[in-house]
């Protein structure tokens, strides 16, 4: 099945984008910190992350970024562009719970033939509680 392209003319300032859940594992966990060379025990040792004053291992604070960028590509897909994201993390998030990327439009604009739309974006558990927040700017085509 072929996504719809959303199009610059039908995107307003104010628009929610439609959630994103991912629900990370340990086996996740464990094999982004291999993947990125990440040895701090807190994404893969419970015990160790323990000590540290943790419930359990983390979620990678790069991992969520990686999110944002899945969420805002996914959402101009096929046609459209991520061009620009930055996201700074603000809480902890768990391995085997909801973590949920919410968005909302905050500006529109044309600058130099390209169609832009500004977002803020954020990740959430499933209680609510951000985990982190961000923006990013994306090139949609043009109806």
């Known amino acids: 099945m072929t996504k719809r ?3 610059y003319e039908e995107i307003e300032i104010g628009d929610e984008l439609p959630d994103m859940t991912k629900v990370p594992s340990r086996a996740q966990l464990f094999m982004y910190s291999a993947i990125t060379w990440n040895v701090h025990r807190i994404h893969y040792d419970e015990a160790y992350a323990r000590t540290e004053g943790h419930p359990t ?4 604070g790069p991992l969520q970024g990686a999110f944002f960028g899945q969420f805002m590509a996914d959402w101009v897909a096929p046609e459209g562009k991520l061009k620009k994201i930055a996201y700074s993390n603000r809480g902890v998030a768990l391995p085997d719970e909801p973590y949920i990327v919410k ?18 974006i954020r990740g959430e558990n499933q209680n609510g509680d951000i985990a982190a927040i961000g923006s990013a700017t994306v090139i949609v085509p043009a109806g």
Not at 57 to 60: A, F, I
Request: net charge neutral; with cysteine; hydrophobic share 35%.
């Open 5 to 7: 392209q959303i199009h």
């Open 57 to 60: 291992v983390l979620v990678h």
């Open 103 to 120: 968005g909302r439009v905050t500006g529109k604009r044309i600058e130099a033939g390209q169609h832009l739309v500004d977002c803020e």
